[in-house]
Protein backbone atom coordinates (compact mmCIF):
# COMPACT_ATOMS: atom_id res chain seq x y z
CA UNK A 1 0.00 0.00 0.00
CA UNK A 2 1.15 3.78 -1.05
CA UNK A 3 1.91 4.68 3.08
CA UNK A 4 0.74 8.17 1.71
CA UNK A 5 -2.75 7.42 1.03
CA UNK A 6 -5.07 7.85 4.13
CA UNK A 7 -2.25 7.04 6.77
CA UNK A 8 -4.63 7.58 9.72
CA UNK A 9 -6.98 5.22 8.27
CA UNK A 10 -7.87 1.70 10.26
CA UNK A 11 -8.92 -1.54 8.76
CA UNK A 12 -11.96 -1.76 9.70
CA UNK A 13 -12.84 1.96 8.63
CA UNK A 14 -11.51 1.52 5.09
CA UNK A 15 -14.59 -0.82 4.52
CA UNK A 16 -16.93 1.09 6.48
CA UNK A 17 -19.13 1.62 3.49
CA UNK A 18 -19.36 -2.03 2.92
CA UNK A 19 -22.82 -2.67 4.05
CA UNK A 20 -25.68 -5.53 3.79
CA UNK A 21 -27.98 -2.64 2.73
CA UNK A 22 -25.28 -0.89 0.49
CA UNK A 23 -23.99 -4.16 -1.03
CA UNK A 24 -27.25 -5.28 -1.93
CA UNK A 25 -28.32 -2.16 -3.20
CA UNK A 26 -25.36 -1.98 -5.54
CA UNK A 27 -25.57 -5.64 -6.42
CA UNK A 28 -29.40 -4.42 -7.48
CA UNK A 29 -28.62 -1.89 -9.34
CA UNK A 30 -25.58 -3.24 -11.51
CA UNK A 31 -27.67 -6.31 -12.08
CA UNK A 32 -30.06 -4.13 -13.86
CA UNK A 33 -27.49 -2.44 -16.12
CA UNK A 34 -26.51 -6.12 -16.97
CA UNK A 35 -29.97 -6.90 -17.91
CA UNK A 36 -30.50 -3.29 -19.82
CA UNK A 37 -26.91 -3.68 -21.95
CA UNK A 38 -26.45 -7.17 -22.60
CA UNK A 39 -29.77 -7.46 -23.99
CA UNK A 40 -29.19 -4.57 -26.24
CA UNK A 41 -26.01 -6.25 -27.66
CA UNK A 42 -28.02 -9.27 -28.07
CA UNK A 43 -25.89 -11.19 -25.53
CA UNK A 44 -29.58 -11.79 -23.21
CA UNK A 45 -32.70 -12.54 -25.68
CA UNK A 46 -35.71 -11.74 -22.44
CA UNK A 47 -39.08 -13.05 -23.40
CA UNK A 48 -41.88 -11.38 -22.65
CA UNK A 49 -44.10 -13.14 -19.93
CA UNK A 50 -47.80 -12.30 -18.58
CA UNK A 51 -48.43 -9.12 -16.53
CA UNK A 52 -45.96 -7.13 -19.50
CA UNK A 53 -43.00 -8.38 -17.38
CA UNK A 54 -39.92 -10.15 -19.17
CA UNK A 55 -37.93 -12.95 -18.07
CA UNK A 56 -34.32 -14.66 -19.13
CA UNK A 57 -33.02 -18.20 -17.96
CA UNK A 58 -29.86 -18.57 -16.87
CA UNK A 59 -27.72 -20.76 -19.40
CA UNK A 60 -28.54 -24.43 -17.81
CA UNK A 61 -32.43 -23.18 -17.19
CA UNK A 62 -32.62 -23.62 -13.79
CA UNK A 63 -32.45 -20.03 -12.54
CA UNK A 64 -34.82 -17.48 -13.73
CA UNK A 65 -35.04 -13.30 -14.01
CA UNK A 66 -38.24 -11.52 -14.14
CA UNK A 67 -38.27 -7.77 -14.84
CA UNK A 68 -40.21 -4.43 -15.95
CA UNK A 69 -39.55 -2.76 -18.89
CA UNK A 70 -39.99 -0.19 -20.94
CA UNK A 71 -38.76 -0.41 -24.90
CA UNK A 72 -36.85 2.57 -26.46
CA UNK A 73 -35.18 3.89 -29.40
CA UNK A 74 -31.83 1.87 -30.46
CA UNK A 75 -33.31 -0.69 -28.63
CA UNK A 76 -32.54 0.65 -25.50
CA UNK A 77 -33.97 -1.21 -22.75
CA UNK A 78 -35.51 1.07 -19.45
CA UNK A 79 -35.31 -1.50 -16.86
CA UNK A 80 -37.06 -0.67 -13.33
CA UNK A 81 -34.21 -1.92 -10.61
CA UNK A 82 -36.96 -2.58 -7.89
CA UNK A 83 -39.12 -4.76 -9.94
CA UNK A 84 -35.87 -7.32 -10.61
CA UNK A 85 -36.66 -10.66 -9.08
CA UNK A 86 -34.84 -14.54 -9.36
CA UNK A 87 -36.14 -17.88 -9.28
CA UNK A 88 -35.40 -21.02 -9.20
CA UNK A 89 -38.28 -23.18 -9.04
CA UNK A 90 -40.96 -22.25 -6.94
CA UNK A 91 -38.88 -20.28 -4.93
CA UNK A 92 -37.77 -16.71 -4.76
CA UNK A 93 -33.93 -16.08 -4.86
CA UNK A 94 -31.96 -12.88 -3.10
CA UNK A 95 -30.22 -11.19 -6.36
CA UNK A 96 -26.44 -11.85 -6.13
CA UNK A 97 -24.75 -9.83 -8.46
CA UNK A 98 -21.79 -12.14 -8.98
CA UNK A 99 -23.89 -15.31 -9.03
CA UNK A 100 -25.46 -13.66 -12.02
CA UNK A 101 -22.42 -13.72 -14.05
CA UNK A 102 -21.92 -17.13 -12.96
CA UNK A 103 -24.99 -18.40 -13.90
CA UNK A 104 -24.84 -16.23 -17.77
CA UNK A 105 -21.26 -16.92 -18.08
CA UNK A 106 -21.85 -19.36 -21.33
CA UNK A 107 -24.49 -16.83 -23.05
CA UNK A 108 -21.88 -14.45 -21.75
CA UNK A 109 -18.87 -15.76 -23.39
CA UNK A 110 -16.82 -15.52 -20.35
CA UNK A 111 -13.58 -17.82 -20.90
CA UNK A 112 -12.28 -19.55 -17.73
CA UNK A 113 -8.93 -17.01 -18.31
CA UNK A 114 -11.36 -13.89 -18.18
CA UNK A 115 -13.70 -14.81 -15.85
CA UNK A 116 -12.33 -14.59 -12.59
CA UNK A 117 -10.54 -11.63 -13.35
CA UNK A 118 -14.10 -9.93 -14.70
CA UNK A 119 -15.78 -11.02 -11.04
CA UNK A 120 -12.87 -8.89 -9.55
CA UNK A 121 -13.57 -6.41 -11.67
CA UNK A 122 -17.31 -6.46 -10.67
CA UNK A 123 -16.39 -7.03 -6.63
CA UNK A 124 -14.60 -3.10 -7.42
CA UNK A 125 -16.80 -2.07 -8.89
CA UNK A 126 -19.85 -2.77 -6.72
CA UNK A 127 -17.77 -1.11 -4.04
CA UNK A 128 -16.99 1.90 -5.71
CA UNK A 129 -21.10 2.16 -5.56
CA UNK A 130 -21.17 0.86 -2.12
CA UNK A 131 -19.02 4.19 -1.40
CA UNK A 132 -21.50 6.27 -3.47
CA UNK A 133 -24.36 5.13 -1.74
CA UNK A 134 -23.01 5.72 1.71
CA UNK A 135 -22.08 9.24 1.15
CA UNK A 136 -24.35 12.04 1.25
CA UNK A 137 -27.25 12.04 -0.87
CA UNK A 138 -26.83 14.97 -3.46
CA UNK A 139 -29.76 16.37 -5.27
CA UNK A 140 -29.57 16.57 -8.95
CA UNK A 141 -31.21 20.20 -8.49
CA UNK A 142 -28.14 20.93 -6.60
CA UNK A 143 -25.19 19.09 -8.42
CA UNK A 144 -26.64 21.27 -11.46
CA UNK A 145 -25.87 23.84 -9.45
CA UNK A 146 -22.04 23.52 -8.49
CA UNK A 147 -18.92 24.28 -9.51
CA UNK A 148 -17.25 22.06 -11.80
CA UNK A 149 -14.89 20.00 -9.94
CA UNK A 150 -17.81 19.48 -7.75
CA UNK A 151 -19.81 18.24 -10.77
CA UNK A 152 -17.42 15.77 -11.68
CA UNK A 153 -16.56 14.40 -8.61
CA UNK A 154 -20.42 13.88 -8.12
CA UNK A 155 -21.17 11.14 -10.66
CA UNK A 156 -22.53 8.41 -9.37
CA UNK A 157 -21.78 5.94 -12.86
CA UNK A 158 -19.31 5.87 -15.12
CA UNK A 159 -19.51 5.11 -18.81
CA UNK A 160 -22.96 4.49 -19.36
CA UNK A 161 -22.69 0.88 -21.53
CA UNK A 162 -19.68 -1.16 -19.80
CA UNK A 163 -21.09 -2.87 -17.12
CA UNK A 164 -17.71 -3.33 -15.46
CA UNK A 165 -16.61 0.40 -16.01
CA UNK A 166 -15.25 0.84 -12.20
CA UNK A 167 -12.55 -1.65 -11.82
CA UNK A 168 -9.43 -0.19 -11.38
CA UNK A 169 -7.34 -3.05 -10.62
CA UNK A 170 -4.31 -2.51 -8.83
CA UNK A 171 -6.01 0.15 -6.06
CA UNK A 172 -6.42 -1.07 -2.97
CA UNK A 173 -9.24 -0.11 -0.55
CA UNK A 174 -6.48 2.76 1.15
CA UNK A 175 -5.55 3.83 -2.49
CA UNK A 176 -8.81 3.86 -3.96
CA UNK A 177 -10.00 6.35 -0.83
CA UNK A 178 -7.14 8.86 -1.89
CA UNK A 179 -7.34 8.42 -5.55
CA UNK A 180 -10.74 7.98 -6.97
CA UNK A 181 -13.06 11.01 -8.73
CA UNK A 182 -15.83 10.26 -6.28
CA UNK A 183 -13.69 10.35 -3.14
CA UNK A 184 -13.06 13.92 -3.92
CA UNK A 185 -8.94 13.55 -1.79
CA UNK A 186 -6.64 16.36 -2.50
CA UNK A 187 -3.62 14.37 -4.60
CA UNK A 188 -0.01 15.68 -5.04
CA UNK A 189 1.97 14.71 -7.34
CA UNK A 190 5.44 12.87 -7.15
CA UNK A 191 8.64 14.49 -9.30
CA UNK A 192 10.92 12.51 -11.45
CA UNK A 193 14.03 13.70 -12.66
CA UNK A 194 14.44 11.45 -15.79
CA UNK A 195 18.08 12.11 -17.76
CA UNK A 196 17.87 13.30 -20.76
CA UNK A 197 19.66 10.17 -22.25
CA UNK A 198 16.61 8.10 -21.25
CA UNK A 199 13.42 11.00 -21.39
CA UNK A 200 11.68 12.74 -24.54
CA UNK A 201 10.07 15.70 -23.65
CA UNK A 202 7.92 17.84 -27.00
CA UNK A 203 5.97 20.60 -26.73
CA UNK A 204 3.52 23.42 -28.92
CA UNK A 205 5.11 25.52 -30.80
CA UNK A 206 4.15 28.30 -28.87
CA UNK A 207 5.71 26.85 -25.17
CA UNK A 208 9.36 25.82 -24.40
CA UNK A 209 10.34 23.51 -21.46
CA UNK A 210 11.74 26.08 -19.19
CA UNK A 211 8.69 28.43 -19.39
CA UNK A 212 6.32 25.28 -18.73
CA UNK A 213 8.31 23.43 -15.57
CA UNK A 214 8.77 27.04 -14.14
CA UNK A 215 4.93 27.98 -14.47
CA UNK A 216 3.96 24.61 -12.89
CA UNK A 217 6.19 24.26 -10.26
CA UNK A 218 6.90 27.79 -9.47
CA UNK A 219 10.52 28.99 -8.58
CA UNK A 220 10.70 28.08 -5.05
CA UNK A 221 10.02 24.31 -5.91
CA UNK A 222 12.61 24.16 -8.90
CA UNK A 223 15.30 25.22 -6.31
CA UNK A 224 14.43 22.54 -4.11
CA UNK A 225 14.33 20.00 -6.68
CA UNK A 226 17.86 21.20 -8.40
CA UNK A 227 19.29 21.52 -4.68
CA UNK A 228 18.44 17.74 -4.69
CA UNK A 229 20.23 16.59 -7.75
CA UNK A 230 23.14 18.95 -6.75
CA UNK A 231 23.00 17.20 -3.51
CA UNK A 232 23.84 13.98 -5.43
CA UNK A 233 26.52 15.26 -7.31
CA UNK A 234 24.16 15.57 -10.80
CA UNK A 235 24.02 18.58 -13.06
CA UNK A 236 20.08 19.62 -12.93
CA UNK A 237 21.12 20.48 -16.45
CA UNK A 238 21.35 16.67 -17.21
CA UNK A 239 17.75 16.00 -16.37
CA UNK A 240 13.61 16.57 -17.31
CA UNK A 241 11.07 16.58 -14.58
CA UNK A 242 8.58 13.93 -15.01
CA UNK A 243 5.16 14.45 -13.00
CA UNK A 244 4.04 10.96 -11.88
CA UNK A 245 1.18 9.25 -10.30
CA UNK A 246 2.05 8.67 -6.59
CA UNK A 247 0.26 4.87 -6.85
CA UNK A 248 2.70 4.43 -9.84
CA UNK A 249 5.93 5.75 -7.72
CA UNK A 250 4.83 3.64 -4.64
CA UNK A 251 4.19 0.32 -6.92
CA UNK A 252 5.63 0.50 -10.19
CA UNK A 253 8.13 2.57 -10.69
CA UNK A 254 10.53 2.27 -7.41
CA UNK A 255 9.82 -1.50 -8.10
CA UNK A 256 9.44 -2.07 -11.37
CA UNK A 257 12.29 0.95 -12.57
CA UNK A 258 14.65 -0.10 -9.67
CA UNK A 259 17.65 -0.04 -11.71
CA UNK A 260 17.06 3.04 -13.50
CA UNK A 261 16.14 4.58 -9.81
CA UNK A 262 19.68 2.70 -8.89
CA UNK A 263 21.85 4.26 -11.32
CA UNK A 264 20.50 7.42 -10.88
CA UNK A 265 19.29 7.80 -14.53
CA UNK A 266 15.93 8.47 -12.72
CA UNK A 267 15.92 10.96 -8.92
CA UNK A 268 12.69 11.01 -7.03
CA UNK A 269 12.85 14.72 -5.95
CA UNK A 270 9.45 14.35 -3.69
CA UNK A 271 5.83 16.37 -3.80
CA UNK A 272 4.87 19.02 -5.65
CA UNK A 273 3.44 21.96 -3.80
CA UNK A 274 0.07 22.07 -5.62
CA UNK A 275 -3.06 20.04 -4.94
CA UNK A 276 -5.07 18.37 -7.66
CA UNK A 277 -8.03 16.32 -7.56
CA UNK A 278 -8.50 13.05 -10.28
CA UNK A 279 -10.83 13.35 -12.68
CA UNK A 280 -13.67 10.55 -13.82
CA UNK A 281 -10.60 9.53 -16.13
CA UNK A 282 -8.84 8.29 -13.18
CA UNK A 283 -4.88 9.30 -14.10
CA UNK A 284 -6.02 12.87 -15.21
CA UNK A 285 -5.32 15.74 -12.83
CA UNK A 286 -7.07 19.17 -12.31
CA UNK A 287 -5.18 21.60 -10.35
CA UNK A 288 -6.91 23.31 -7.58
CA UNK A 289 -4.10 24.93 -6.16
CA UNK A 290 -4.43 27.33 -9.31
CA UNK A 291 -7.21 26.17 -12.35
CA UNK A 292 -5.63 27.85 -14.35
CA UNK A 293 -2.98 25.48 -14.79
CA UNK A 294 -2.24 22.80 -16.66
CA UNK A 295 -3.97 19.46 -16.63
CA UNK A 296 -1.89 16.57 -15.80
CA UNK A 297 -2.58 13.30 -17.41
CA UNK A 298 -0.12 10.63 -15.88
CA UNK A 299 0.83 7.05 -16.31
CA UNK A 300 -1.41 4.25 -14.44
CA UNK A 301 -0.58 0.88 -14.77
CA UNK A 302 -4.03 -0.26 -13.75
CA UNK A 303 -6.68 -2.41 -15.29
CA UNK A 304 -9.94 -0.28 -15.64
CA UNK A 305 -12.79 -1.38 -18.02
CA UNK A 306 -10.82 -2.89 -20.66
CA UNK A 307 -7.57 -1.48 -20.52
CA UNK A 308 -3.65 -1.08 -18.37
CA UNK A 309 -4.26 2.50 -18.05
CA UNK A 310 -0.36 3.59 -18.86
CA UNK A 311 0.83 6.12 -21.61
CA UNK A 312 2.94 5.09 -24.31
CA UNK A 313 6.29 7.09 -23.95
CA UNK A 314 6.76 6.77 -27.86
CA UNK A 315 3.11 7.39 -28.47
CA UNK A 316 3.13 10.73 -26.46
CA UNK A 317 6.37 12.00 -28.74
CA UNK A 318 3.27 13.13 -30.96
CA UNK A 319 0.73 14.60 -28.92
CA UNK A 320 1.59 18.35 -29.02
CA UNK A 321 1.78 18.50 -32.92
CA UNK A 322 -1.75 16.38 -33.10
CA UNK A 323 -3.23 19.49 -31.25
CA UNK A 324 -1.50 22.18 -32.81
CA UNK A 325 -2.77 21.12 -36.00
CA UNK A 326 -6.27 19.99 -34.72
CA UNK A 327 -6.18 23.78 -32.88
CA UNK A 328 -5.08 25.61 -36.06
CA UNK A 329 -8.05 23.73 -38.12
CA UNK A 330 -10.58 24.88 -35.81
CA UNK A 331 -9.07 28.56 -35.72
CA UNK A 332 -9.24 28.49 -39.55
CA UNK A 333 -12.69 27.48 -39.71
CA UNK A 334 -15.63 29.62 -39.60
CA UNK A 335 -18.07 26.94 -38.93
CA UNK A 336 -16.55 25.57 -35.89
CA UNK A 337 -15.53 29.11 -34.65
CA UNK A 338 -18.76 30.14 -35.38
CA UNK A 339 -20.27 27.99 -32.84
CA UNK A 340 -17.29 29.14 -30.51
CA UNK A 341 -16.17 25.35 -30.58
CA UNK A 342 -12.48 24.71 -29.42
CA UNK A 343 -10.61 22.13 -27.76
CA UNK A 344 -8.09 22.19 -24.69
CA UNK A 345 -4.53 21.18 -25.75
CA UNK A 346 -2.30 18.60 -25.12
CA UNK A 347 0.59 21.02 -25.26
CA UNK A 348 3.82 19.31 -23.54
CA UNK A 349 4.51 15.73 -23.32
CA UNK A 350 7.40 13.55 -21.81
CA UNK A 351 8.16 10.05 -21.83
CA UNK A 352 11.04 7.62 -20.62
CA UNK A 353 12.17 4.89 -22.64
CA UNK A 354 13.54 1.87 -20.17
CA UNK A 355 16.06 0.15 -22.84
CA UNK A 356 15.52 -3.06 -21.27
CA UNK A 357 12.27 -3.43 -21.17
CA UNK A 358 11.94 -2.14 -24.88
CA UNK A 359 13.86 -4.96 -25.76
CA UNK A 360 11.76 -7.46 -24.64
CA UNK A 361 8.22 -6.42 -25.87
CA UNK A 362 6.64 -5.10 -28.55
CA UNK A 363 5.37 -1.27 -29.11
CA UNK A 364 2.21 -2.63 -27.01
CA UNK A 365 3.59 -3.75 -23.89
CA UNK A 366 2.13 -2.43 -20.80
CA UNK A 367 6.25 -2.09 -19.86
CA UNK A 368 6.33 0.40 -22.43
CA UNK A 369 3.42 2.88 -20.93
CA UNK A 370 4.67 2.92 -17.18
CA UNK A 371 6.38 6.40 -16.87
CA UNK A 372 4.82 9.24 -19.55
CA UNK A 373 3.04 12.28 -18.65
CA UNK A 374 1.24 15.05 -20.73
CA UNK A 375 0.08 18.68 -20.00
CA UNK A 376 -3.09 19.71 -21.37
CA UNK A 377 -4.84 23.03 -20.83
CA UNK A 378 -7.27 24.08 -18.27
CA UNK A 379 -10.73 25.44 -19.82
CA UNK A 380 -10.69 27.95 -16.96
CA UNK A 381 -8.84 30.86 -18.26
CA UNK A 382 -11.69 30.93 -21.39
CA UNK A 383 -14.37 31.62 -19.75
CA UNK A 384 -16.32 34.44 -20.08
CA UNK A 385 -18.13 36.51 -16.96
CA UNK A 386 -20.90 34.31 -15.80
CA UNK A 387 -19.83 30.98 -17.62
CA UNK A 388 -19.31 27.90 -15.70
CA UNK A 389 -17.92 23.93 -16.81
CA UNK A 390 -19.82 21.11 -16.21
CA UNK A 391 -18.23 17.54 -18.08
CA UNK A 392 -21.18 16.24 -20.83
CA UNK A 393 -20.84 12.85 -18.29
CA UNK A 394 -22.81 14.46 -15.57
CA UNK A 395 -26.04 15.59 -18.52
CA UNK A 396 -26.59 11.42 -17.86
CA UNK A 397 -26.43 11.46 -14.09
CA UNK A 398 -29.42 10.61 -11.88
CA UNK A 399 -29.72 11.20 -8.32
CA UNK A 400 -31.14 8.83 -5.71
CA UNK A 401 -34.58 9.79 -6.57
CA UNK A 402 -34.44 9.55 -10.06
CA UNK A 403 -34.33 13.42 -11.49
CA UNK A 404 -31.50 14.04 -13.59
CA UNK A 405 -29.38 16.59 -13.75
CA UNK A 406 -30.25 17.44 -17.71
CA UNK A 407 -33.43 17.74 -16.03
CA UNK A 408 -32.71 20.00 -13.45
CA UNK A 409 -30.40 22.12 -15.95
CA UNK A 410 -33.60 22.68 -18.05
CA UNK A 411 -35.84 23.60 -15.10
CA UNK A 412 -33.01 26.14 -14.21
CA UNK A 413 -32.58 27.56 -17.46
CA UNK A 414 -36.30 28.61 -18.45
CA UNK A 415 -36.69 27.36 -21.45
CA UNK A 416 -38.55 24.39 -23.34
CA UNK A 417 -37.06 21.17 -23.42
CA UNK A 418 -36.82 21.20 -26.73
CA UNK A 419 -35.39 24.60 -27.00
CA UNK A 420 -32.77 23.63 -24.42
CA UNK A 421 -31.87 21.16 -26.25
CA UNK A 422 -31.44 22.25 -29.45
CA UNK A 423 -28.91 24.63 -28.38
CA UNK A 424 -26.75 21.67 -26.41
CA UNK A 425 -27.00 19.71 -29.75
CA UNK A 426 -26.01 22.63 -31.74
CA UNK A 427 -22.62 23.37 -29.25
CA UNK A 428 -22.13 19.31 -29.43
CA UNK A 429 -23.39 17.61 -32.71
CA UNK A 430 -22.79 20.00 -35.11
CA UNK A 431 -19.23 20.10 -34.72
CA UNK A 432 -19.12 16.46 -34.42
CA UNK A 433 -20.87 16.39 -38.07
CA UNK A 434 -18.97 19.18 -39.56
CA UNK A 435 -15.86 17.50 -39.06
CA UNK A 436 -16.84 14.42 -40.43
CA UNK A 437 -18.12 15.59 -43.39
CA UNK A 438 -15.63 18.65 -43.81
CA UNK A 439 -12.39 16.83 -43.03
CA UNK A 440 -13.33 12.96 -42.84
CA UNK A 441 -12.27 14.19 -39.08
CA UNK A 442 -13.50 12.02 -35.81
CA UNK A 443 -13.25 12.37 -32.45
CA UNK A 444 -13.90 9.94 -29.69
CA UNK A 445 -16.89 12.16 -28.20
CA UNK A 446 -18.38 10.40 -25.56
CA UNK A 447 -19.27 12.32 -22.29
CA UNK A 448 -15.41 12.27 -20.31
CA UNK A 449 -14.49 13.75 -23.54
CA UNK A 450 -16.56 16.92 -23.38
CA UNK A 451 -16.72 19.72 -20.84
CA UNK A 452 -19.73 21.63 -21.82
CA UNK A 453 -19.43 25.84 -20.92
CA UNK A 454 -22.87 26.85 -19.26
CA UNK A 455 -24.26 29.96 -18.44
CA UNK A 456 -25.58 31.05 -15.37
CA UNK A 457 -29.20 30.00 -15.82
CA UNK A 458 -27.76 26.33 -16.85
CA UNK A 459 -28.22 26.72 -20.77
CA UNK A 460 -25.25 25.25 -22.97
CA UNK A 461 -23.31 27.77 -24.84
CA UNK A 462 -20.43 25.84 -26.56
CA UNK A 463 -18.61 22.92 -26.35
CA UNK A 464 -15.07 22.02 -25.57
CA UNK A 465 -13.30 18.74 -26.79
CA UNK A 466 -10.01 17.22 -24.73
CA UNK A 467 -8.30 14.07 -25.22
CA UNK A 468 -7.56 14.66 -28.22
CA UNK A 469 -4.23 12.93 -29.38
CA UNK A 470 -5.18 9.50 -28.31
CA UNK A 471 -8.74 9.64 -29.38
CA UNK A 472 -9.35 11.25 -33.01
CA UNK A 473 -8.84 10.12 -36.43
CA UNK A 474 -8.73 11.36 -40.31
CA UNK A 475 -10.38 8.72 -42.49
CA UNK A 476 -9.37 10.14 -45.85
CA UNK A 477 -6.36 8.08 -46.67
CA UNK A 478 -5.26 11.27 -49.45
CA UNK A 479 -5.55 14.09 -46.57
CA UNK A 480 -2.39 16.21 -46.47
CA UNK A 481 -1.10 15.89 -43.24
CA UNK A 482 2.24 17.32 -41.64
CA UNK A 483 4.54 14.21 -41.33
CA UNK A 484 4.16 14.46 -37.42
CA UNK A 485 0.53 13.84 -37.07
CA UNK A 486 0.53 10.58 -39.50
CA UNK A 487 -0.06 8.71 -37.30
CA UNK A 488 -3.72 9.86 -36.66
CA UNK A 489 -4.81 8.61 -39.71
CA UNK A 490 -7.07 5.77 -40.23
CA UNK A 491 -8.07 2.93 -42.80
CA UNK A 492 -11.83 2.56 -42.11
CA UNK A 493 -13.74 0.93 -44.85
CA UNK A 494 -16.65 3.24 -46.03
CA UNK A 495 -19.39 1.02 -44.66
CA UNK A 496 -17.66 1.29 -41.06
CA UNK A 497 -16.95 5.08 -41.13
CA UNK A 498 -20.47 6.62 -39.88
CA UNK A 499 -20.48 4.71 -36.76
CA UNK A 500 -17.92 6.68 -35.15
CA UNK A 501 -21.31 8.88 -34.76
CA UNK A 502 -23.80 6.66 -34.84
CA UNK A 503 -22.19 4.44 -32.07
CA UNK A 504 -20.17 6.67 -30.37
CA UNK A 505 -22.57 9.90 -29.93
CA UNK A 506 -26.17 8.22 -31.13
CA UNK A 507 -26.06 4.64 -29.30
CA UNK A 508 -23.35 5.23 -26.40
CA UNK A 509 -24.73 8.85 -25.67
CA UNK A 510 -27.72 10.42 -26.82
CA UNK A 511 -29.46 6.88 -26.24
CA UNK A 512 -29.07 7.49 -22.57
CA UNK A 513 -29.81 11.00 -22.82
CA UNK A 514 -33.18 11.01 -24.57
CA UNK A 515 -34.42 7.74 -22.63
CA UNK A 516 -33.81 9.38 -19.35
CA UNK A 517 -35.25 12.90 -19.95
CA UNK A 518 -38.49 10.86 -21.66
CA UNK A 519 -38.55 8.25 -18.51
CA UNK A 520 -38.64 11.14 -16.31
CA UNK A 521 -41.59 13.25 -18.36
CA UNK A 522 -39.36 15.70 -19.69
CA UNK A 523 -39.74 15.13 -23.30
CA UNK A 524 -40.95 12.78 -24.86
CA UNK A 525 -38.79 10.25 -26.71
CA UNK A 526 -40.11 11.03 -30.28
CA UNK A 527 -39.42 15.03 -29.50
CA UNK A 528 -36.05 14.20 -28.98
CA UNK A 529 -34.90 12.38 -31.89
CA UNK A 530 -36.86 15.21 -33.61
CA UNK A 531 -34.46 17.57 -32.11
CA UNK A 532 -31.27 15.34 -33.20
CA UNK A 533 -32.74 15.12 -36.85
CA UNK A 534 -33.34 19.07 -36.80
CA UNK A 535 -29.74 19.66 -35.90
CA UNK A 536 -28.31 17.25 -38.75
CA UNK A 537 -30.67 18.97 -41.32
CA UNK A 538 -30.27 22.77 -40.46
CA UNK A 539 -26.54 21.86 -40.63
CA UNK A 540 -26.62 20.24 -43.97
CA UNK A 541 -28.76 23.04 -45.08
CA UNK A 542 -25.93 25.54 -44.72
CA UNK A 543 -23.26 23.42 -45.69
CA UNK A 544 -24.67 22.58 -50.04
CA UNK A 545 -21.23 22.27 -51.31
CA UNK A 546 -20.74 18.66 -49.33
CA UNK A 547 -24.41 17.29 -50.67
CA UNK A 548 -22.27 14.71 -52.26
CA UNK A 549 -20.79 13.38 -48.76
CA UNK A 550 -24.28 13.58 -47.59
CA UNK A 551 -25.57 10.92 -49.57
CA UNK A 552 -22.98 8.54 -49.82
CA UNK A 553 -22.26 8.72 -45.74
CA UNK A 554 -26.15 9.05 -44.93
CA UNK A 555 -27.03 10.07 -41.54
CA UNK A 556 -30.78 9.41 -42.16
CA UNK A 557 -30.10 6.04 -43.22
CA UNK A 558 -33.02 3.47 -41.94
CA UNK A 559 -30.22 1.76 -39.94
CA UNK A 560 -26.66 0.95 -39.07
CA UNK A 561 -24.67 -1.52 -37.56
CA UNK A 562 -25.16 -2.59 -33.64
CA UNK A 563 -21.52 -2.25 -32.56
CA UNK A 564 -21.19 -3.77 -28.99
CA UNK A 565 -18.92 -2.63 -26.05
CA UNK A 566 -19.42 -4.85 -23.32
CA UNK A 567 -18.45 -7.78 -25.84
CA UNK A 568 -14.95 -6.52 -26.40
CA UNK A 569 -14.49 -6.46 -22.81
CA UNK A 570 -15.82 -9.80 -21.81
CA UNK A 571 -13.44 -11.73 -24.46
CA UNK A 572 -10.49 -9.97 -23.16
CA UNK A 573 -10.81 -6.94 -20.28
CA UNK A 574 -6.96 -6.46 -19.83
CA UNK A 575 -6.65 -5.33 -23.69
CA UNK A 576 -10.26 -5.52 -25.57
CA UNK A 577 -8.92 -3.89 -28.42
CA UNK A 578 -6.21 -4.82 -30.57
CA UNK A 579 -4.14 -1.23 -30.80
CA UNK A 580 -2.65 -2.33 -34.17
CA UNK A 581 -6.42 -2.78 -35.79
CA UNK A 582 -9.03 -1.12 -33.63
CA UNK A 583 -11.85 -0.74 -36.50
CA UNK A 584 -10.89 -4.49 -37.22
CA UNK A 585 -11.74 -5.16 -33.59
CA UNK A 586 -15.12 -4.03 -33.45
CA UNK A 587 -18.01 -6.66 -32.80
CA UNK A 588 -20.94 -5.38 -35.17
CA UNK A 589 -23.61 -7.66 -34.20
CA UNK A 590 -26.69 -7.01 -36.56
CA UNK A 591 -28.33 -3.52 -37.00
CA UNK A 592 -30.28 -1.01 -34.87
CA UNK A 593 -32.74 1.14 -36.29
CA UNK A 594 -31.61 5.14 -36.96
CA UNK A 595 -34.37 6.99 -34.57
CA UNK A 596 -33.86 10.10 -37.00
CA UNK A 597 -34.39 8.55 -40.13
CA UNK A 598 -38.11 8.75 -40.13
CA UNK A 599 -37.44 12.41 -39.59
CA UNK A 600 -35.57 12.89 -42.74
CA UNK A 601 -35.60 16.16 -44.85
CA UNK A 602 -37.95 15.31 -48.08
CA UNK A 603 -36.02 15.79 -51.44
CA UNK A 604 -36.88 18.96 -52.87
Known sequence: MNPSANPDLTPAEAVAHLTPEHWDRAGRLLVRKALAEFTHERLLAPEEIPGGRFAVSSDDGSVEYRFAAGRRALDHWQVDADSITRHRGGAELPLDALEFFIEFRQALGLGDRVLPVY?????????????????KAVTAAELARSGFQEIETGMTEGHPCFVANNGRLGFDIAEYRSYAPEAAAPVRLIWLAAHRDRATFTVSADLDYERLVRDELGEETLARFAQTLAGLGLDPADFLLIPVHPWQWWNKLSVTFAAEVARRNLVCLGHGEDAYLAQQSIRTFFNTSDPAKHYVKTALSVINMGFMRGLSAAYMEATPAINDWL???????????????????????????????????????????????????????????????????????????????????????????????????????????????????????????????????????????????????????????????????????????????????????????????????????????????????????????????????????PEFGRSCLNRLQLRDNQQMVDLADPAGALQVIGVLENPIAKFAPRSA
Not at 119 to 135: D, F, H, N, P, V
Not at 375 to 402: F, Y
Not at 500 to 513: A, G, Q
Open 327 to 557: ADLIARDPVLTGLGFSIIRERAAIGYRHEQYEAATDRYSPYRKMLAALWRESPVPGLAPGERLATMASLLHTDRDGASLTGALIADSGLAPRDWLRRYLDAYLTPVVHCFYAYDLVFMPHGENVILVLDEQGTVQRAIFKDIAEEIAVMDPDAALPPAVQRIRADVPDDMKLLSIFTDVFDCFLRFLGATLSEEGVIEEDEFWAAVAGCVTAYQASAPHLADKFRQYDLFA
Open 119 to 135: LEEISSTLSGTAYKLAA
